[in-house]
């Protein structure tokens, strides 16, 4: 018995030491890894439409987002029992773990940037149309700028992520002015290669003047006025062409108004 232990032992040494690492280290052909993707203009398009998909969260404008900014205006206020959402109408913040109403903001717009980052990272090595490409990275540039915008609302600092980390990242908070300074070049880049409209198959897609109203409100917020002016001055010179009033603004807020506009069948929109 001790020669047979003596042979199984010797066995598996020879079998242990004749392998290499690098057989376990297989790629699955049925999936898809940040080393097989980011090849094509298709994957660039794919990627910047995930970037789009997080307006269907919860934490953004799919919800709570859109309750708690409501809720903090002059047109909220709230009787009801639920005492954290109550306090929102009172600017009282006093249990920071409220899930509904600070962590899933946070989440889920750190993972909208993430998505981003990934397309702003990878696609400018994809060889393709350059004009697409140029858009492709605006519509991810427009987006980043969006989130970050929306953490310098409501927390007025945040953490500065440009480029995709993995789990051993430790996160430093950036001033407020550290990310509206990001916040504008992001705009810039994306107002100046965005169309100023898309075809009836990408509407709701970001847009020049979309890109330059929001530097204009990140502007406003920041109290440079004047360069404000000069961002916002471009939608009101191009109303009755691209952009206008609507007769009644009641009819924001209907349900059938919105579905003869169209922005129930391209939900990117909403």
């Known amino acids: ?18 392998c290499s690492a690098d057989l376990l280290d297989i790629d699955n052909p049925n999936e898809v890894t940040n080393t097989t993707y980011w090849q094509s203009g298709e994957d660039a ?4 439409n995930a970037c789009y ?7 953004t404008w799919m919800r709570w ?3 708690r900014y409501d809720l903090s205006s002059d047109e909220g206020w709230s009787s009801s029992p639920w005492i954290e959402l109550g306090d929102w109408t009172r600017f009282l913040y006093n249990n920071y773990n409220f899930y509904e109403g600070n962590k899933v ?3 889920h717009f750190y993972v909208g940037i993430f998505r981003c980052n990934q397309v702003l990272t990878n696609v400018p090595a994809i060889e393709m149309n350059e004009t697409q490409k140029n858009q492709v990275l605006a ?10 915008f929306q953490i310098n609302l409501l927390w007025g600092k945040g953490t500065l992520v440009l480029e995709p980390q993995d789990a051993n990242y430790i996160p430093q908070d950036a001033s407020e002015q550290e990310i509206w300074d990001q916040i504008e070049i992001d705009l810039t880049y994306a107002m100046n290669n965005l169309p100023e409209s898309w075809d009836a ?9 979309a890109a330059k109203a929001l530097l204009g409100k990140a502007y406003m917020q920041q109290r440079k006025f ?5 961002q916002l001055q471009w939608l009101i010179d191009k109303e009755g062409s691209l952009y206008g009033l609507i007769d009644n603004r009641e009819d924001n807020y209907r349900f059938e108004r919105e579905q003869q506009r169209g922005y129930l069948r391209n939900p990117v929109r909403r």
């Open 1 to 18: 018995m001790k020669k047979i232990y003596g042979l199984l032992l010797t066995g598996m040494l020879f079998l242990f030491a004749g």
């Open 226 to 230: 004047d360069k404000a002016k000069e």
């Open 53 to 59: 998909s997080f307006f269907y969260k919860e934490g």
């Open 45 to 48: 398009e794919a990627g910047v």
């Open 105 to 107: 903001h946070w989440e």
């Open 201 to 209: 198959a990408n509407l709701g897609r970001a847009t020049k003047g």
């Open 65 to 67: 987002l859109s309750f």
């Open 139 to 148: 519509q991810a540039s427009f987006l980043r700028a969006l989130w970050y």
